[in-house]
């Protein structure tokens, strides 16, 4: 790649160009020599976005680990192929709520309301119908019992 490489640091954002002309994106989470082969041009990416999965390890090579991805979700590659990306606001917003979402363990979505929270808890619920007006279709109201 034409981008100057020599300047990358731990969470740069990046784009790493592959052998079967395939682009992926990811962050920097190695740089340096590494145990499985010579030179200290490496550049261990964590895949990030549509890329995720598209890796070749989950940070550890050879028994030995460099830094934490999910499966597949991580690359080494030489500095030559890597070049920074540039991200546009909205992009970055994404990139730090991923990020800040592996950190946090967090692998699936949440209940956003207490509604929500409420009626995904074991919490007993009966449905007590509701006095209408004469004509008209009752309407059924949750009422939760507390144990």
């Known amino acids: 790649m034409t981008d100057d490489t020599s300047n990358l640091q731990i969470n740069d954002a990046v784009?790493?160009?592959?052998?079967?002309?395939?682009?992926?994106?990811?962050?920097?989470?190695?740089?340096?020599?590494?145990?499985?082969?010579?030179?200290?041009?490496?550049?261990?990416?964590?895949?990030?976005?549509?890329?995720?999965?598209?890796?070749?390890?989950?940070?550890?090579?050879?028994?030995?680990?460099y830094f934490q991805s999910g499966p597949n979700g991580g690359v080494f590659v030489r500095r030559a192929h890597v070049s920074k990306r540039e991200l546009t606001k909205l992009e970055a917003l994404r990139l730090k709520r991923e990020l800040a979402k592996k950190s946090a363990g967090i692998t699936s979505p949440r209940p956003t309301s207490a509604a929500a929270a409420t009626t995904s808890s074991?919490?007993?619920?009966?449905?007590?119908?509701?006095?209408?007006?004469?004509?008209?279709?009752?309407?059924?109201?949750?009422a939760v019992t507390e144990s």
Do not use: C, M
């Open 122 to 142: 074991k919490t007993p619920t009966t449905k007590t119908p509701t006095q209408t007006p004469s004509g008209t279709r009752p309407t059924v109201s949750k």
């Open 15 to 65: 784009h790493v160009e592959r052998g079967d002309s395939q682009q992926l994106e990811g962050i920097v989470a190695y740089l340096g020599s590494v145990q499985f082969s010579q030179g200290d041009d490496w550049v261990g990416v964590r895949l990030t976005g549509t890329s995720v999965g598209h890796g070749k390890n989950d940070g550890s090579v050879q028994g030995v680990s």
